[in-house]
């Protein structure tokens, strides 16, 4: 077999196996005082589900089968709210609104990269009939010295500060209200079992994949650690 191709297989495999996937077993191993773990550089090493686009930055402190609890650090996001009864015009009406500010349509008329997750915080209506609370947003890359001011006045800059989330993790396409819907509960049961406590009334959706990516998708719903 090709030697070359052997060294680079074992690159990829010690690279990936003891950098990428750096995982702190106990709250000790965090160092939120911003020192760094031995072993590792400077660098954000963000997950592979990210693939070739920006994320924002979080730590792992604990992982089940069922779910990962994180601890983002503060993040800059570009947002916009919509109230409504129907999930995917809410969808495809926000995530216009959010793709034309960072193809230009902000003070400085510049494109910023996109990113990942798209997210979608959700307060479901009471009922069938009642509308739902979304608000959707994107990440700003920490590489946007300073993100450009939003040329409609629905859409908006907001810092969020560090966020303590549980996250359950799921492959293939999350297309309807339906899908994220079960995953929530799926989540919410995980964590009550765990006798967990977190905020109730919303979830977070996290999309990390366009329509066209056929394969290694991947999407994540989050509750809030109370
Ligand atoms: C968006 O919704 C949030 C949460 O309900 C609210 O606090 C905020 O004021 C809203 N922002 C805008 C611009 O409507």
């Not at 997210?119 to 739902?132: D, K, Y």
């Amino acid at each position: 077999m090709d030697k070359t191709f052997l060294i680079s297989m074992l690159v990829t495999f010690v690279t990936s196996n003891d950098v990428l996937k750096f995982e702190p077993k106990n709250p000790a191993d965090l160092h939120l005082d911003g020192s760094l773990p031995s072993g590792v550089t400077g660098q954000w090493n963000k997950p592979k589900f990210c693939k070739k686009l920006d994320c924002p930055e979080y730590q792992v402190v604990s992982s089940t089968e069922d779910y990962e609890e994180r601890i983002y650090s503060t993040s800059n996001w570009v947002s916009t709210n919509l109230t409504g009864l129907d999930y995917n015009t809410a969808q495809y009406t926000m995530f216009m609104k959010l793709f034309k500010y960072i193809s230009g349509a902000n003070e400085k008329k510049i494109k910023i990269d996109m990113t990942v997750p798209v997210t979608n915080r959700i307060i479901p209506g009471q009922g069938p009939a009642c509308e739902s609370d979304f608000i959707m947003s994107f990440f700003i890359s920490s590489s946007v010295a300073e993100a450009p001011k939003p040329s409609s006045d629905d859409v908006y800059l907001n810092t969020k500060d560090e966020m303590h989330v549980f996250v359950g993790q799921f492959g293939g396409y999350a297309m309807t209200y339906d899908t994220w819907r079960k995953q929530a509960q799926k989540l919410g049961a995980a964590l009550d079992k765990a006798g967990l406590s977190y905020e109730q009334d919303f979830y977070y959706t996290a999309g990390y994949d366009s329509p066209y990516t056929l394969f290694n998708r991947h999407n994540e719903v989050w509750f809030f650690k109370k």
